[in-house]
């Protein structure tokens, strides 16, 4: 919970938040790129991650300054709840559309009375040693809820949504957002784009903080950092990879081919 602050804090100060989607399952990913960044992006939806890689994923951030945000398949607190006991910063929810779906995202986070969440911590409370009722409060107070705006119904209730109690952040996810508009693959349609500085005014306006999972294009990272997103999740652990394995193999190549 102390890095959920740390992340939090840093937004509230209006600092940018720099980050990457982790699709990997060896937690030596997330130590070895800790010092980089603010957050990890933990995704669950679209990757074979395990409760398993997860809690070593958890283990490695541990000592760090890093948040560790776990993006959950759906907005169940059946899925949300044994995230949340690993010890997770936080929880990004998928494909969000209502007040409603925001409110049952933030209830599956939070302790009773507040919440629903069943209590059955370990790691989090260092394995006994903590005291139960304490530590309910402060995971009450600092757990990290995000929910994904990718819908144009989630536009169209977009107050709605941000007026929710408990809800910590919003995050686009560009892709499904596009398509949803009739435009898939095109993130940089301009009625996407118009959709999203909507939604980030009214953010702004509510003081609610925005994220994104987007590309590893620096430009483009950019781009979205001016238009008020606070928070970027560039690429994923995989690209990355990919990004500098080409950029030094490719000067090389083409050094060999000066001479």
């Known amino acids: 919970m102390n890095n959920a602050r740390k992340f939090t804090d840093k ?5 940018t938040c720099l980050g990457t989607a982790i699709t990997l399952a060896d937690p030596g990913i997330c130590e070895a790129l800790c010092p980089e960044y ?5 995704d669950t939806e679209h990757t074979a991650l395990s409760l398993e890689h997860l809690r070593g994923h958890f283990m490695a951030v541990k000592g760090s300054d890093a948040a560790a945000l776990v993006r959950v398949p759906w907005n169940d607190p059946v899925l949300i709840k044994p995230v949340l006991d690993l010890g997770a910063d936080g929880i990004i929810v998928p494909m969000v559309s209502t007040a409603e779906d925001v ?9 009773p009375p507040q919440g629903i969440r069943g209590f059955g911590p370990l790691r989090p409370l260092n394995y006994g040693r903590r005291d139960a009722s304490q530590f309910c409060d402060e995971a ?3 757990i990290i809820v995000v929910i994904q705006i990718e819908q144009v119904e989630a536009v169209e209730n977009i107050e709605e949504i941000l007026a929710v109690p408990g809800l910590t952040s919003i995050a686009f996810g560009p892709q499904d957002l596009a398509a949803s508009f009739g435009y898939r693959t095109q993130p940089q349609h301009p009625e996407v784009l118009a959709a999203v500085k909507t ?7 509510a003081n609610i903080p925005v994220g994104i999972s987007v590309g590893d294009d620096p430009d483009q990272l950019c781009q979205w950092a001016d ?4 928070w970027l999740t560039m690429g994923t652990d995989a690209t990355l990879l990919i990004r500098a394995a080409q950029d030094v193999s490719g000067k ?8």
């Open 199 to 205: 939604v980030v005014e009214k953010a702004q306006q």
């Open 252 to 259: 090389i190549r083409q050094h060999l081919q000066q001479q």
């Open 11 to 15: 937004l509230a100060r209006g600092e």
């Open 140 to 142: 009450n107070e600092s």
């Open 38 to 42: 603010d957050f990890f992006w933990i």
């Open 103 to 111: 409110s049952r995202a933030v209830a599956a986070c939070q302790y």
């Open 227 to 230: 238009m008020g997103i606070q």
